[in-house]
């Protein structure tokens, strides 16, 4: 159990008791001894102890036993005592004796002899680091380093990774090249602050490797400086400072693959360690190195063909049909010579203009031509006239090509003046390739990143440049070209909407008979170059061009591998990459190998030349600007012709400075008669979202992240991917871009963002055709139960050369993609009235197929009459016209009767002569009587008897029977 450390002299025997850093401030108590009377009682009480045992017991010797410093007080000192190297075998240890101050530290090339507490020098054939230790040697692994692989659990998926680890391989250690997660660490205790260093090689992205330090309070290196950069050509160097106390020191990778090869291991070696308490032996230089002085702090690695053994002091030469590299420790024998051991190249121009093919071998040389079935130089060639120099060049009296001066311009034989009006296209442009450029440079790396002597990875060949044979078929065969800068175009310097700087453009060929690879790169230098684009296989003769849109962009690399396959034999020797011709646009010091020519100036100044303004182009060989049409852009290159004038896509604007294509998130379609208009505004700000979540063959869980601008209209910010894998945080910028996301257990970082690139950089156009220009969106991506139309967004990347034939199509399901509302997506509701008020409401047409646009109007409320009162004021009107009409009925009845009596008393009289009128009667009714004549009685009968009066019947000759009037009748019924 752990107790507190109060006594102070439980520190001074380390071997009896001690406090060790179980916790802080506590210790545990290795013995039941306990030390109580201080140190003179243990010196009087140990001979007593063991009086009977030290009778028997030889003395010790200086070889039976060393020394040791105890640990640290809270002052700083400590106690050098002497441990038996075998127990219980000799007596008469020394006494322990104080030691030296912990702060005490010995130089580089020194260290500590322990008997007399000096600083002492190595000797030759050794060396130190005096505060540290250095691990060069990989063999095995150095005591105190571990190793482990991290088995892999996702859902169902179980992948066991215990064999997966960091493999010792002599002078280096490699990681593992698979899926699982591997760990190197090593833990260190330091007396006073110190650093780490080591030298590495990480070569593929496809490899996530990460270093970071854990202190004894657990803390960790930040995450966002824990990950490497890539190494592209060379080992890279790694420092670290470290703090005092416990270090543990990780070297993590993950390998993450996607196809079928498998990721390149991360290498280390020369991991030196500083700030230890010190250093009580030098160590031995290892085979390959010596140290021919004392006081080394390093071993000098031995010359080629030269070795020496472990401790050398010197070198030894190599027999003469044998060879050896840089640092071996052994020689080897020199292989009978063969056709890949040498390389065809034209011969610079000598004064007389003429260059010769010849043949030379690769240097450094290893083959023998002495040996049996070896092969033999073969001669070279006739000379003849050399080409002429690349355009730009001039050739000058020492056959050489120089460079035409500023204001002139060659096709390659002589300069010539640019003229009036004119200004020259600066640039380069290789075509011929007689000598090596001086802004080239070729090298070899070689796929297991051993020391390699060899530079000929590249060779002129007259009408193109060519890689040569390898060492190995899975060496890398580098070309490098480097420019200062870039001058850009007048025209274009005041728009900043994604301007193309330069253009590079160049003409290859590859043939390959197993998985060969040709790699472009580019960055700010050729250990830092990014890979741009790759082609596989066999590629026919064929031109690509890249433009650049950064100054920082000013390195680019051809990269050629016969093989991803390791293998010490060449079978794969013939396959080559030939570069035929290579031009960079508006490169600072570059050279004219034409003139342009220059706006017509509005005065005679001596002012520069000057280009038409934005959205003009100049009508060939006059200097005459002219306007393009509206909507239109002009190519980066010089606006020469009205074919300069592109324009652009549908439902798309030209920004200000005619240089890209916008969208400003609207538009109107006419559609099935009507007018669809559509804000997508909602959506134009940088948003992201993620695939499915996907595994590789071993089970590592990875999904595709993709950031999209939709409209990307002016002072809009684009879409951006970053790698967070490498120290150089690569940020990848356009209209959509892909990254891909690996599940991270780092402490402060959730995820790993790799292998970021841009799928479309150029819009355009918007539009609900299924093709545009030569892309097309199949039917079948869309949903069918739609009735409206669907908007698609078109993109582009073959501006910058990279257009490779793969589309990515997006639905993207959004009630922001419908069209605008307006007055015919709803209708209205009118309520009944009640109590003299009604309701007029307005809702959508259902389904809803539209979004904002115009509001739904507000409830309308309005004065109206009930239905009781329209049914009562009915029934009113309905009673007064029935009394009407029944009145009316009755009058024209009666007046219908009068003339029916007249009518028949007309006929009776008829009847008495026929031709004749009848003759006036006396009692008929006469012209002008009033009608109330027609009653009958006049007594005072009931209504009923009057109505029956009327109805009598008619008598038989079809008249009706009418009493008529008469003074006798009078008096009759008067009587």
Known sequence: MCKQCRDKSAAILPRLFCCTPCLKGTYHLKTAMFLIHGLF??????????????????????????????????????????????????????????????????????????????????????????????????DSFPIGFISHGINMNYGDTYTNCSNSTWIPKGDYVASNSDECTSTLSYTVSLKKPGSVSFQYFYPDNRMFFEFYVQNDQCQSTDAQRRWMRISESDWDYHYVELSSGNN????????????????????????????????????????????????????????????SNKGATACQPCEADKYSGIGSGTCLQRPPCKETDYFYTHTPCDSSGQTQLMYKWIEPKICSES???????????????????????????????????????????????????????????????????????????????????????????????????????SDYMLLTLTVPGYSQPHSLSEDKERVALSRITFVFETKCTADCKLYFMAGQNERNNMNVESWSGSIGKQSYSYLIKSNYTVSFTWGFQRTGVFSMENLYSSDFAKIYSV???????????????????????????????????????????????????????????????????????????????????????????????????????????????????????????????????????????????????????????????????????????SQPFSIGDTLIGVTTNSKLDDISSLGGNFPVESELPDVIFYYSKCSEGTCDGCSFHFLWLSQHACPLCSERDYKEIVSACIQGIQRTTYVWQLPLRCTGGVSLPSEQISACVTLDFWLKFGVSIGTVAAILLITMICYFWKRTRKLQYKYSKLMMTAGDKECELPAADSCAIMEGEDAEDDLIYLSKKSFFTKIKSFSRERTSDGFDSVPLKSSAAQEMEMS
């Not at 912990?102 to 190595?122: A, P, V």
């Not at 730009?392 to 050489?400: A, E, L, Q, Y």
């Open 248 to 307: 543990v020191l990780y070297w993590r990778t993950t390998g993450f693959t996607l196809a079928a090869n498998t990721a390149k291991p991360v290498l280390l070696k020369n991991i030196s360690i500083s700030g230890v308490s010190y250093t009580s032996e030098c160590f031995h230089c290892k085979p390959g190195t010596y140290s021919d002085k004392p006081g080394a702090a390093r071993c000098i690695p031995c010359a080629a063909n030269s070795y």
């Open 583 to 753: 031009q960079l646009t508006n490169v600072i010091g570059g050279v004219a190998s034409e003139c342009r020519q220059c706006a017509l100036a509005l005065d005679d100044t001596d002012s520069a030349c000057v280009p038409c303004s934005p959205g003009h182009y100049m009508l060939s060989g006059t200097g005459v600007c002219k306007s393009c049409p509206s909507n239109t852009i002009i190519r980066p290159e010089q606006p020469v012709g009205k074919e300069a004038c592109i324009p652009c896509g549908p439902n798309t604007y030209s920004n200000e400075g005619r240089s890209a294509c916008m969208s400003d998130c609207t538009l109107a379609l006419h559609y099935k008669g009507e007018t669809l208009h559509y804000d997508f505004s909602p959506l134009a700000n940088v948003t992201g979202f993620q695939s499915s979540p996907r595994f590789t063959s071993k089970g590592l869980q990875y999904t595709h992240h993709f950031n999209v601008a939709l409209c990307g209209t002016e002072n809009r910010a684009l879409a951006s991917c970053v790698e967070n894998v490498t120290e150089s945080k690569r940020d990848v910028k356009g209209y959509i871009c892909q990254s891909t996301i690996v599940p991270s257990e780092i402490r402060g970082q959730s995820v790993v963002s």
């Open 371 to 473: 040996v049996e079935e070896a092969v033999q130089l073969p001669a070279s060639g006739e000379m003849v006239a050399c080409p002429p120099c690349n355009p730009g060049f001039f050739s000058s009296n020492t056959s050489s090509c120089e460079p035409c001066p500023h204001g002139f311009y060659s096709n390659g034989t002589e300069c010539s003046e640019c003229p009036a009006g004119t200004e020259p296209v600066v640039g380069f442009e290789y075509k011929w390739w007689n000598k090596m450029p001086g802004n080239m440079r070729s090298s070899v790396f070689s796929s297991e990143y051993s020391s390699t002597e060899r530079s000929t990875g590249w060779e002129v060949a007259g009408e193109y440049i060519y890689t040569t044979p390898s060492d190995q078929d």
């Open 41 to 138: 009682t243990v010196i009087f009480l140990l001979p007593l102890l063991f009086l009977t045992e030290t009778t028997e017991l030889p003395s010790c010797k200086e070889s039976d036993y060393h020394f040791e410093y105890t640990d640290c007080d809270v002052l700083g000192s400590r106690w050098r005592v002497a441990i038996p190297n075998k127990p219980e075998t000799c007596t008469g240890l020394p006494d322990p004796v104080k030691g030296t101050h912990c702060t005490f530290t010995c130089n580089d090339g020194e260290f500590l002899d322990m008997r007399t507490q000096e600083c002492q020098k190595c000797v030759a054939g050794t060396y130190s680091l005096g505060t540290g230790v250095a691990f060069d040697e990989w």
